[in-house]
Each structure stands twice: as C-alpha cells, then as structure tokens.
C-alpha cells in the first residue's frame, strides 16, 4: 500500500533520515515513535504525500486518510456534518436533494415536477451507490463515539473550538477509510478525546483491515493497536522496525541496550588490556611486531560492537520569575458567549488571585478553550468585562498554537515574548532559553511552521519564560509530549509560584498543579477543589 526507498528527510541542514526503506501493508498497524524533534510528523507528512523527501522515493497504492496534528480545512463555513460526510461525496448529494424537495413541493405543473422528479431519482440512485441512509447512520456513530454531539454537527465549523475540529476531521477519515480498507496516518489522534472516545479509538484501529500507522505517546492505544513498531532514532537518522507488538518491542529494546551495553563493556576492557600490553612491548624493538598486532586486535575487537544508543537529550522546562503583582491580578465578572443561535455558557464569574490554582472542567464543547481565552483577552465575550489588577501579566499557552506565526522564526518568536516584557534580554540569553528547550544552532532559524507538534509546545512553553507573566493560563499543555518531556512540563507547573488556570485531560497536569478551585462548566459554578473531581478530568 504504501512502499519507500532510499527515503532522506532533513530538517534545514539536519539529517532526520537517511537511505530508509520502508513498506507498509494491509493488516499493518505500526506505531511510529521516538522522542519529540526526531522527525516523525515529517515521515508521516512525506508518506501522506503532503511534504516532499530530501532524496528518494514513495509508492503509494490505494486510498490515504491523513489526520495532522493540526488540520486546516479550507471552507470553515460548513456546518461539522457536512464535512464528515464530504469523505464519500454525501454532503452535496444530500444537499441537492434536499433543494429538489423543496421545488417539487412548489413546482406549478406536471411537466415541470415530472423533470424534477427524474432528477430527484438519478440523485437518489447514486446516494444509493455510495451507501445511502446506512452510510449517513454510520457516519452519525462515528460521530457520536467520539463525543461530537449533533448542536455541534449542526454548527459551521468556524463556530466550533480547535478540539471539536480536530474530533470532526478524524471523524471523516475514518469514515472515509473505514468502509475502503485503505491506510490511515494518524498523528496523535486521542488529543482532545475523551476517555470513553479513545476506548472506542482503539476498537476502531484495532479492527481495521488496511494499513495504519499512528504517531502517539498514549501507551494503552499503542499496546492495543499495533502489532509493529518503527523507531525513529533522532541519533543515527534510522528507523528500526520492529515486528511485534508494543509490549513485546519494548522488552526487545530493552534487552537489545543490555546486550549492547554488556558487549562494549567487555569489549572495552579486552582492548584495554591488549593496548596495556602493546605499549609495554612497544618500548622493545625487538617486540614491535608483537605490539603491533595487539594494537590492531584492539581495534578490531572495538570496531566490530553494535552502536550503543545515545541517550536522548531532555528539554529542561521551567515557566517565568512572575512580575510582582497585587494580591488579585485578575477578575472576570459576568461573561457570556454565544455563536449564532447557540449558547455556550452565561454569567461565568472568575477570580484569579495571586498564586491561585484554578482548573476548569467541563465535557468537551462545554466551552473551556472559549472561557480561557477570554480570561486571557484573546477573545471578545458577548456579556461581562475583565477587570485586571496591579501588575497583572498574562502568559498564554493555546492548545492549537494559533499564537505562533507560521512564518516566523523560532528566534524571533522569542524576541517578540521578550519585548513584551521590556526587551531585557539579548539574543544570546534567548538562545540560551532555547538550548535549555532543545532548539540550538540552526534550529533557531526554522519557521514555526516546519515544526511538529511537540516542537511547537517546546517554541510556546519557551516564549513563557520571557515573558514574567504572574497568571499562566494553559491549555492542554502536555499534548504532543513525549513522557520525558511531559514529566518535566508537569514538574514545571508544581514548581511555578505565579497563578495558573488550567485545561487539561490529563490527570497527572492536574494532581501537579494541585488545585484550589474548580471552575465547573457550562453553568460556571466554581468549586472548592475536591479530589472527587479528579474522575471528571479524563472524561471532560
């Protein structure tokens, strides 16, 4: 289905692949890991036919269903049903038949409805064709399972927040490649899924018939889904294929690294010893020959070990020293939003004060994106005002990264979150940031655009540093994280002295930030923080 040869991927004068061949079959389903900034949202690019190799070559057979960290559909003015069903052709068909009911209904002679009649059944005969009232309810399950309920369907899709866009593309792949047995390339599909959605996920995968390979840090859906592992090594610009299942490869790796360690530590020694020994012998004229050999038998024994993995580096995440501010920095009092006909919540109070830990919870399209981006000003309520208090600085994290300018540097970026903050810092204490964040050398000079997912939260976490914000509001802020680099945001967030107000799915964001308010929408009722609540996260 899908075949690669001598595949060369870089990232500027990085190499992220070399020579790579590569082959995916029906009943393939891989997982495609490896530490955030090795490369693999561009291998799946590539693959998907959206970015273009270095060197090399990619054969693709039979149909593709590609889900992007960050999709972009091009008309934003369809509702979120349309789009889904758009993947087999329903959306116009249904849209044409339905004008042709209405002009039937107001059609002022036979001839006329008899033309409008035969047109009304060639339309029906290839709504038939392509699955008819059976694929539409198939559609709706999709739907349904990963937690898209039909206000929301109903909705244009500019109306809808980032999660419930990514949810409504991910519906449509799978509806389309469903039913085709054709390869789907999911990058991190369980982001903004609730935890009954990503149970339904992995069923899903698990039955599929055609390809896959998914991009993922969820541990319970790579151990459930795949049956093979491509690891793409940042270090050696490979990928090691894997023909196993996730557990298995992980017992694998680990005993390969044992052995590799156990053979360079013996081999090292033995080495030692003969260079030991050929030193002495070399003093000797007469025994040059002999310390000659040991030399060569030294080499020898060195030359031939596998490569020992190097261990990956780890970004050092911290958030910024807070501004000193007044004891509230924030209050928001009275805000409502709506989007056309529908009400996403009303009269929501909000007070952050100084060194406060606010979570907000809700089901998904309950509104929690939409509330903190008003807290932050990043958007207009329709009712109720933001009253800030001395000194208030805001730091904002958006989950979908719309505060970073594709075509901009990463450098710049943060010249741009220093200047905010008076401007204080030359561009090399901001590369220094950035090295601690893993962006060093000409990384620096890479548009935001070219950057993965995990990268771009690295960019987003690191323009906060600059910014001696005292309220840090954070969506989703360990998505597209390796577990290393979650580990550390985690840390981060227990370590910050400053506000925070937090969305999360993620349990352990929350148990790190331990809350002292909830704030429960769509009602907006604010609660003391129980550990009760903590259940509501995975399924918010």
Same mark, same amino acid.
């Given at each position: ?8 991927? !870089? ?43 270095? #060197?090399?070559?990619?054969?693709? !057979?039979?149909?593709?269903?590609? %889900? ?21 052709? $329903?959306?116009?068909? $249904? ?34 064709? %392509? ?20 206000? +929301? ?6 109306? /809808? ?8 593309? %991910?519906?449509?792949?799978? *509806? ?64 090691? #294929? ?24 013996? #081999? ?27 030399? !060569? !038998? ?10 020992? =993995? ?8 911290? *958030? ?20 056309? +006909? ?29 509330? /903190? ?9 329709? &009712?109720?005002? $933001?009253?800030?208090?001395? @000194? ?27 200047? #905010?903050? @008076?401007?204080?810092?030359?561009? &090399?204490? %901001? =590369?220094?940031? $950035?090295?601690? *964040?893993? *962006? ?27 910014? @001696?914000?005292?309220?840090?509001? /954070? ?18 967030? +227990? ?8 969305? &999360? ?36």
């Amino acid at each position: 289905m899908i075949t690669v040869s001598g595949l060369e991927l !870089r990232a500027g004068s990085r190499i992220l692949l070399s020579d790579t061949a590569l082959r995916v079959q029906p009943g393939d389903r891989i997982g495609l890991v490896g530490r955030n900034g090795a490369g693999k949202t561009t291998t799946l690019k590539v693959l998907a036919g959206e970015g273009t190799p270095y #060197a090399g070559s990619v054969d693709r !057979r039979g149909p593709i269903g590609y %889900l992007p960290q960050d999709p972009r559909t091009g008309d934003l003015d369809v509702t979120g049903r349309d789009r889904v069903l758009s993947a087999r052709g $329903l959306d116009t068909l $249904l849209t044409e038949m339905a004008k042709l009911q209405t002009a039937l209904a107001e059609a002022a002679d036979d001839g006329q409805r008899d033309k409008l009649v035969r047109r009304y059944g060639n339309l029906e005969d290839r709504f038939a064709a %392509l699955g008819g009232y059976a694929a539409e309810a198939e559609a709706a399950r999709i739907c349904a399972n990963l937690a898209l309920p039909d206000r +929301s369907l109903a909705q244009p899709l500019r109306t /809808l927040s980032g999660g419930q866009r990514r949810r409504i593309e %991910l519906a449509r792949i799978l *509806f389309s490649e469903g039913a085709s047995g054709g390869t789907l390339l999911l990058d991190e599909p369980t982001n903004h899924l609730d935890a009954d959605s990503i149970t339904w996920l992995r069923g899903f995968l698990s039955g599929h018939k055609g390809g896959l390979i998914v991009i993922s840090h969820d541990v319970e859906l790579l151990a459930d889904v795949v049956n093979k592992v491509w690891y793409l090594d940042a270090n050696r610009s490979v990928v090691d #294929a894997y023909n196993m299942g996730w557990k298995k490869y992980q017992e694998q790796r680990e005993t390969d690294e044992r052995r590799r360690r156990r053979e360079r530590a013996n #081999a090292e020694r033995k080495a030692g010893a003969l260079q030991a020994q050929a030193a002495k012998l070399g003093a000797k004229a007469t025994k040059a020959t002999a310390a000659q050999n040991m030399a !060569r !038998r030294a080499e020898k024994l060195l030359s031939g070990l596998e490569e020992v =993995r190097v261990a990956d580096k780890v970004a050092k995440v911290r *958030f910024p020293n807070p501004a000193p501010c007044g004891k509230v920095p924030l209050t928001a009092r009275g805000l409502s939003k709506s989007y056309g +006909s529908l009400e996403v919540f009303v009269d929501v109070d909000v007070n952050v004060d100084r060194g406060s830990r606010v979570v907000i919870l809700g089901l998904n399209g309950a509104g929690k994106t939409t509330l /903190l981006r008003l807290i932050g000003g990043y958007e207009q309520p329709d &009712t109720g005002e $933001l009253v800030p208090g001395h @000194g208030l600085r805001i730091g904002y994290y958006a989950q979908e990264h719309e505060t970073l300018d594709v075509d901009r540097s990463v450098l710049e970026h943060m010249r741009t979150a220093d200047s #905010a903050n @008076g401007g204080k810092q030359t561009d &090399t204490d %901001l =590369r220094k940031i $950035l090295g601690a *964040f893993l *962006f060093s050398g000409d990384d620096v000079d890479k548009p935001a655009g070219v950057l993965s997912g995990g990268e771009k939260t690295r960019l987003a976490l690191a323009t906060l540093v600059t910014s @001696g914000a005292n309220v840090l509001l /954070l969506d989703e802020p360990t998505n597209n994280l390796d577990p290393i680099s979650r580990e550390q945001v985690l840390d981060a967030i +227990s370590r910050f002295p400053g506000a925070i107000v937090l969305v &999360t799915h993620d349990p352990g964001a929350v148990q790190a930030l331990r809350p002292d308010r909830a704030i429960l929408l769509p009602d907006g009722d604010e609660d003391a923080w129980s550990d009760d609540l903590l259940e509501l996260v995975e399924l918010a």
